[in-house]
């Protein structure tokens, strides 16, 4: 008896009469003996070449080479049968991520809201190998067909998909993640940052409902620490003597988590900072050095769900353009940046941002004083001054004899 697991693929093609047209399909041996017989496409009759998505016996035989070809390499979807369905590698690749990957609260959070969403209710029932790219790809066409989606969600949920296909592969020994072949949307990259100016900065902290909000306010304009870390914020992490405070931890969905960057950072202390956290210190209660800064009613946890809306109930007393919290900090980069003597290496570690591109966003906030003296240099006329070649070219300008 022959073992079919050893004998290699094999297949023909053959064409089927229809009421209205032909097609052609395929009858296929896989290895481990298993008969598919499958619809390639519509026939194609006419000269010249196939109009998309139509065969003539040639393509149809090409597209059969390709499909035995798979089925050698042990690449071709559906060939490994796992009996385990999307929504059990969702539940696998979940467990992994707060178990094994200790992701933070607030990343499983949106992970979850992306799969309930959009991933559960397409996939859900569906057997692992029966996911393909080609499925995938035309489920994704429908989520932005409406126009109420942009590129970056898209993306972000083609990038949960992965993840948890990528996951899948290695649990149950997908020959492949279909989801590494799928075509990715354009991204465009936002540039535009509002912020802003130190004396917005004076007058929000002025409006603020009390003593410990406006010291909120100023830290996170003058030091861009961002609100979790804010809220995690001791005393033990100001230091006063050396003038910086240390970023250790971040409160963020009634969790403690490190920062954003998973990185312990230093960031300088500007006197009016100084200034408003050693009267936060003075204050009588909560000032050992295991105590928080930014205090709720009993002593724990700023709430900070209520610290922004005081924050927007300050925007309007001050009467400022609603931005956000977060622009407190965008604020502290585009100030900072602005000083020759700060390098964007520097402003990158007191940020804590993970990548130098990140912190680059913040360069076109900064154009130096010289800058036009350099560029100035570069057009100077032979034997004259970079001054004098200026003005010789701003005369040139303003003649309204001169032939332009």
Partial sequence: MLDHASQPPSGHVFRSRGVRSDSWFA????????????KIGPAWDKRGRPATGYFTKRTAEAWLAEVLDEARRGTLPGMVKTGATFADAVDEYMRWLEQDRARKPSTLRDYRSIIKTHLLPAFGDMPLEAITTDGVERWAVGLTADGRMNNRTKLKILTVLHGVMKRAKRVWKLPRNPITDVEKPVQTHNTQIDVFSPEEVMALVRAAESEQDAAAYLTAAFTGLRRGELVALRWRDVDFFRRH???TASYTERALTTPKSG??????????????????NARGMFDSDDDLVFIGSTGGYLDASALYRRYKLALNQAGLRSLRFHDLRHTFGTQVIGNPNVSILQLKEWMGHADIDTTMKYLHFAPRAGDADLVAQAFSMPGRSTQASADAVRLELLDPAVDR
Avoid: C, F, N, T
């Avoid at 990185?263 to 936060?280: D, G, I, W, Y």
């Fill in 27 to 38: 009858k296929y041996r896989l290895p481990d003996g298993r008969q598919v017989k499958k």
């Fill in 245 to 247: 405070i240390r970023v």
């Fill in 263 to 280: 990185k312990v950072r230093s960031v300088p202390m500007a006197p009016a900072v100084a200034e408003a956290l050693a009267k936060l």
